[in-house]
């Protein structure tokens, strides 16, 4: 075998092409093309390619160098010669990947700077209103335009008043009339329909949890309470109250009055008002409507605003 490497070397030296050595290598060796693919794994087809110089047929530079060399250790020939050969007399060279393309970005394809400049800026403005709209500033501006929900009461009229609004009762007829004066000659008054008067709200006894809210002003409500049977919370008031008008308080436990303007609502329970709920335009939520929870409001000092 030592003998084979030096001859391959000196063959190698004198310029003979690496097909030839290594074919005239398997033929001193007695060897056959299948022989040396069942040792090598090397395709029989890629073997006699090799020893025919065919490097067209052969796969790329650095699988067909893989080949060469384990051709030339199975035959006894210098691998590292062989391959060094191979790479000297093949037209094959290494795959390099070709970078890509670097071409200038199209100025007409940029979007204008003017239209970046209002796109930030109104994603900004959507961005503040947002937080704005989350912190409650917009409570106030939205309120609903709803009918009022509750009718002005009614005026209420003293008996003293009623007495001197009616008319006279005419007095009766003389029972000592002059004999055979008609009776059509006696003067009445012609009969009147007593006025009515209007019922007045009577007040609630005290103790009772009578609540009762009155609006200085328009301001725009809602009253809101758990439903245990739903699992959730559903509204049970809301509108506007006119300047002037007043919402009686369903006795349902758990309400919360919510409103944008607390200084134009004024509750008041058992007949006793309560101090202001906050300024004329301010918002407050989750104001308890419980009778107990309103008398702690009166017992509790006014807070200086």
Known sequence: MDTEVTAAGDDFAHGRRV??????????????????????????????????????????LPYAIGFVKAFARA????????????????????????PPPMSPLDERRLPPRGLV?????????????????????????????????????????????????????????????IAGTPAAAVPTSPAVTPAVAPVAMSPAAPGSGHIVITASDDAWFRISAYDATARKVVTVKTGVLAKGEHYEVTPVPGQRLWTGRAGA???????????????????????????????????????PR
């Open 19 to 60: 097909g030839a050595i290594l074919g005239d290598a398997r033929t001193a060796a007695g060897l056959e093309l299948i022989d040396i693919a069942r040792d090598t794994r090397v395709p029989v087809r890629h073997l006699a390619a090799i020893e025919a110089d065919a490097h067209d047929s052969l796969p790329a």
């Open 75 to 98: 035959v006894g020939v210098d691998p590292e010669a062989a391959g060094a050969q191979f790479r000297a007399e093949t037209s094959k060279v290494a795959h390099v990947p070709a």
């Open 117 to 177: 400049t209002v796109s930030i800026v109104a994603v900004l403005a959507v961005i503040a209103a947002v937080v704005a709209w989350s912190a409650g500033a917009f409570d106030g501006a939205s309120r609903p335009t709803s009918a009022p929900v509750v009718a002005a009461a009614p005026p209420v009229v003293s008996p003293a008043e009623t007495a001197a609004a009616s008319p006279a009762t005419p007095p009766a007829a003389d029972s000592t009339a």
């Open 265 to 303: 609502l004024q509750i008041s329970v058992d007949g006793r008002a309560l101090p202001p709920l906050g300024g004329p335009v301010e918002t407050v939520k989750n104001v308890s409507l419980d009778a107990a929870d309103l008398r702690a409001r009166l017992a509790a000092p006014a807070t």
